[in-house]
């Protein structure tokens, strides 16, 4: 049972005074009538919001589309009806990067022919300082940019490049605060992603997010089970608990709370909805964590546990803080508690100094734990982390053909994994439509087709599994729930 009594505790960590969120709102409100000045009173306005990378990102998206829709905007996802683009970058890999820089620099012919547009960055990458004075110079197009920390300043700095007329760049450094309070805009759909925290206090010596979202910060239980609410009240049937690592919740906080008491929590909210969470970080995945996982009915049997390398060697010059066979022993005690769990993970191939034995472990790891599927990347070098200042001396080519072969055997392994589903019924949430009709997740994550109807999406359904490919099911539907 979930500790309720200590709910209201104070918090130990920074969060917006009240008076800033209503300072913010004031802004919000001219935003309104400079914009309308703008355009006209007759000008239908139009946002364009894009957020790259993870889902964290696209959460704070969401939050900036709440803000935008309450100053009058509507949405388009077409540059050219665009009045305000807004892209939401991502600095985990360099390849994310670059595609920013190449779809900013397009937007230059946009703003030639409408110089009223208004284009603007945010997120991760843009909290780097040597990004802000890269895209200050070379991209003239861009009238503002704020980083991670300054989000919920969104109106009042679109308010200072509207009333002064001029390109407002604002990354202060900060640890960061919670900012609740903020209108929210979801991606209509079954899904809805709440954070529970921000932030990451790891430092994987890979790893930017530490360097660009500041220090780990809780959300309080109460702020993030109204939220939870009030999803479940908006019909939403899956709701995904989001932080960099989750299974830290609570450290912050001075209330005793930590993640397994607020699944607890969230598993006690009435309604029928599935939980998900992500990211886990495997040093801080408890037995507790997994007991409570198999206890609670609405919280899904499906882990992603990145584990990025199957080398201690490796694990430890990227600053993990578990080991292979730590790995091993809690994936054996969660498929003993959890029937059916699946498991995803993270791999990276190639971090500076891997040999050719490290990545045959990563192998080994592989064809031992049986993963359902992999999310697997070539090491991207990030500046400011530690990893960065290594020796990396093996050549691309060489990554390469470790990253294929990473992949053929994962292909293999996956094949096998979905086919020995064929032949069983399970419940599906669908969530969408597909070239056999619709498409659904089973509890346990996997993607699966099957013909029916669009006016079930939204619905749980008991569904056969008739056919398998490398990654997901083909069904067949037996019953609406
Ligand atoms: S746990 Fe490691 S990889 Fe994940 S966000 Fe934190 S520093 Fe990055």
């Known amino acids: 049972?979930?500790?309720?009594?200590?709910?209201?505790?104070?918090?130990?960590?920074?969060?917006?005074?009240?008076?800033?969120?209503e300072q913010q709102k004031t802004y919000l409100a001219q935003c309104a009538d400079l914009l309308t000045q703008r355009f006209g009173e007759e000008h239908t306005l139009l946002a364009l919001v894009h957020s790259y990378g993870c889902q964290q990102n696209t959460s704070d998206g969401e939050r900036l589309m709440g803000i935008l829709a309450e100053m009058g905007f509507g949405f388009t996802e077409e540059p050219s009806e665009a009045d305000l683009i807004l892209y939401n970058t991502c600095a985990v890999r360099e390849n994310?990067?670059?595609?920013?820089?190449?779809n900013v620099g397009e937007l230059s012919h946009l703003k030639a022919r409408r110089p009223e547009l208004l284009i603007g960055l945010c997120g991760c990458m843009v909290?780097?300082?040597?990004?802000?004075?890269?895209?200050?110079?070379?991209?003239?197009q861009v009238d503002f940019l704020f980083g991670t920390h300054t989000l919920y300043k969104f109106p009042q700095i679109l308010w200072e490049t509207l009333s002064k007329q001029k390109r407002i760049f604002d990354v202060e450094e900060s640890d960061g605060v919670i900012a609740e309070g903020l209108p929210v805009r979801r991606t209509p759909g079954v899904k809805a992603s709440i954070p529970i925290m921000y932030g990451?206090?790891?430092?994987?010596?890979?790893?930017?997010?530490?360097?660009?979202?500041?220090?780990?910060?809780?959300?309080?239980?109460?702020?993030?089970?109204?939220?939870?609410?009030?999803?479940?009240?908006?019909?939403?049937?899956?709701?995904?608990?989001?932080?960099?690592?989750?299974?830290?919740?609570g450290n912050d906080l001075d209330i005793g709370w930590h993640f397994p008491d607020l699944l607890r929590a969230v598993n006690e909210i009435p309604g029928r909805f599935w939980v998900r969470f992500l990211s886990s970080h495997p040093k801080d995945c408890t037995r507790e964590l997994i007991d409570t996982i198999a206890a609670c009915d609405k919280v899904c049997n499906h882990i992603y546990l990145p584990v990025q390398s199957g080398s201690n060697r490796i694990l430890k010059l990227m600053n993990r803080n578990y080991t292979v066979e730590w790995y091993q022993e809690l994936i054996a005690y969660a498929r003993e508690?959890?029937?059916?769990?699946?498991?995803?993970?993270?791999?990276?191939?190639?971090?500076?100094?891997?040999t050719e034995e490290d990545f045959r472990q990563t192998l080994e790891l592989v064809k031992h734990v049986r993963f359902a599927s992999l999310f697997t990347f070539i090491y991207s070098k990030r500046e400011g982390t530690r990893a960065a200042a290594m020796e990396d001396p093996v050549p691309k080519?060489?990554?390469?053909?470790?990253?294929?072969?990473?992949?053929?055997?994962?292909?293999k392994i996956g094949a096998e994994y979905y086919q020995a589903y064929v032949g069983k019924t399970f419940t599906v949430l669908?969530?969408?439509?597909?070239?056999?009709?619709?498409?659904?997740?089973?509890?346990?994550?996997?993607?699966?087709?099957?013909?029916?109807?669009?006016?079930?999406?939204?619905?749980?359904?008991?569904?056969?599994?008739?056919?398998?490919?490398?990654?997901?099911?083909?069904?067949?539907?037996?019953?609406?729930?």
């Open 1 to 21: 049972m979930a500790q309720q009594q200590n709910l209201s505790h104070k918090r130990p960590v920074p969060v917006l005074p009240p008076e800033e969120l």
């Open 96 to 102: 994310a990067e670059v595609r920013v820089y190449g």
């Open 127 to 140: 909290q780097q300082q040597h990004v802000a004075d890269k895209i200050k110079h070379s991209y003239p």
């Open 200 to 249: 990451c206090n790891n430092f994987c010596t890979y790893c930017v997010v530490p360097l660009v979202r500041g220090r780990e910060r809780s959300r309080m239980p109460e702020d993030i089970l109204s939220e939870v609410r009030q999803a479940v009240a908006d019909e939403f049937q899956e709701i995904t608990l989001l932080g960099q690592n989750v299974n830290s919740y």
């Open 337 to 354: 508690k959890i029937p059916g769990v699946m498991f995803t993970t993270d791999l990276i191939v190639g971090f500076p100094g891997e």
């Open 397 to 411: 080519e060489e990554k390469s053909r470790w990253f294929r072969e990473l992949l053929d055997v994962q292909r």
């Open 430 to 481: 669908a969530d969408g439509k597909s070239d056999q009709g619709l498409s659904g997740r089973t509890e346990f994550n996997a993607v699966i087709d099957f013909p029916g109807d669009e006016s079930l999406i939204g619905k749980f359904l008991r569904v056969e599994v008739v056919g398998a490919r490398n990654h997901d099911l083909r069904g067949e539907l037996k019953e609406v729930l």
